[in-house]
C-alpha cells in the first residue's frame, strides 16, 4: 500500500483565491512530482524534485509553484486560482530500485479541482 | 519528441477473454524502466507492472503480463481471463536513468470488459 497523501481531494473554489495542494509522502522518497490531468486524458508533468531544496519545473507550463524543505513534503501553490487551473492534479513519489533504476512512481489519490 | 506511443484510444474485450494493448518507447538510453498504470474512472493511479531494460525474461504479476521486445522497443500489456473490475484507462510509462529518472506517460487506452 503506497504511504502518500493528498489533501484536499476535492476543492472548489472562486477565481482568484490563492490554493495550496498538500503532498506527502512516508517513504523516504528523494523524487517527487506533480502531473495535471483532464478526466480520460493523458498526464502533463508540471514539477518535479529530486531531493530537499530542488525543484524543476515539467514539461507542461503552469503558473503554479511548488516547495520541497522536508524530504517528504511537496506542496503546489497557486497564487490566483482561474477557471483554466479547473483539473486533477495528482502528486507521485519514486525511490530507487537498484544501482541504475527506479521504484515505480507511487501515487497520491488525486486533488479534483474546479475554480468557478 | 513523444517518448511513449499508445495507438489504441479505447479497446473493448469479451469477459474472460485475453487482451493485448500496445506500448511502443523510443530512447537510446540503454538504462530503463517500463510501466503500466491502471487508472479507473475514480482517479487513483494503480501500479501493475514493471519491466527493466536489463531484464531477460517478461515480466508477470498474476493476470498482468509485459510482452517486453527490446529491439523492437514494444512493451505491451497482456491482461488474461478479463474482469468487469478491468474496465479502466490504462497508461504506458517509462523513466530514463539519464534524464534522472522522470518518468513520462503515454496517452492512455480506455479499455472496456464487455459482459
Known amino acids: 500500500e503506497a504511504d502518500i497523501y493528498q489533501t484536499p481531494r476535492y476543492l472548489v473554489i472562486g477565481t482568484g483565491k490563492k490554493i495550496t495542494l498538500e503532498c506527502s509522502q512516508t517513504?523516504?522518497?528523494?523524487?517527487m512530482y506533480w502531473y495535471q490531468q483532464d478526466p480520460g486524458m493523458e498526464l502533463h508533468l508540471i514539477h518535479y524534485s529530486y531531493g530537499v531544496n530542488s525543484t524543476e519545473k515539467g514539461d507542461l507550463s503552469s503558473e503554479s509553484t511548488v516547495s520541497r524543505i522536508r524530504t517528504e513534503h511537496f506542496p503546489l501553490t497557486l497564487e490566483s486560482a482561474r477557471p483554466s487551473h479547473t483539473s486533477q492534479y495528482l502528486c507521485a513519489s519514486s525511490g530507487t530500485r537498484d544501482r541504475w533504476g527506479t521504484t515505480e512512481a507511487f501515487f497520491g489519490q488525486g486533488t479534483r479541482l474546479t475554480v468557478v | 519528441a513523444q517518448k511513449i506511443t499508445q495507438t489504441q484510444p479505447g479497446m473493448f474485450v469479451q469477459e474472460k477473454e485475453a487482451v493485448t494493448l500496445d506500448c511502443t518507447y523510443d530512447?537510446?538510453?540503454?538504462?530503463?524502466?517500463l510501466f503500466w498504470y491502471k487508472q479507473p474512472s475514480s482517479g487513483e493511479m494503480i501500479f501493475l507492472i514493471y519491466?527493466?531494460?536489463?531484464?531477460?525474461q517478461n515480466a508477470t504479476e498474476g493476470r498482468y503480463s509485459l510482452n517486453f521486445q527490446k529491439a523492437r522497443k514494444s512493451a505491451n500489456l497482456v491482461i488474461s481471463a478479463s474482469q468487469l473490475g478491468d474496465s479502466a484507462m490504462y497508461f504506458c510509462a517509462m523513466s530514463l536513468t539519464n534524464t534522472g529518472n522522470q518518468f513520462y506517460f503515454g496517452t492512455g487506452t480506455s479499455l472496456t470488459v464487455i459482459p
Open positions: 519491466q527493466g531494460s536489463y531484464d531477460q
Open positions: 530512447t537510446s538510453d540503454p538504462s530503463y524502466g
Open positions: 517513504m523516504g522518497h528523494d523524487k
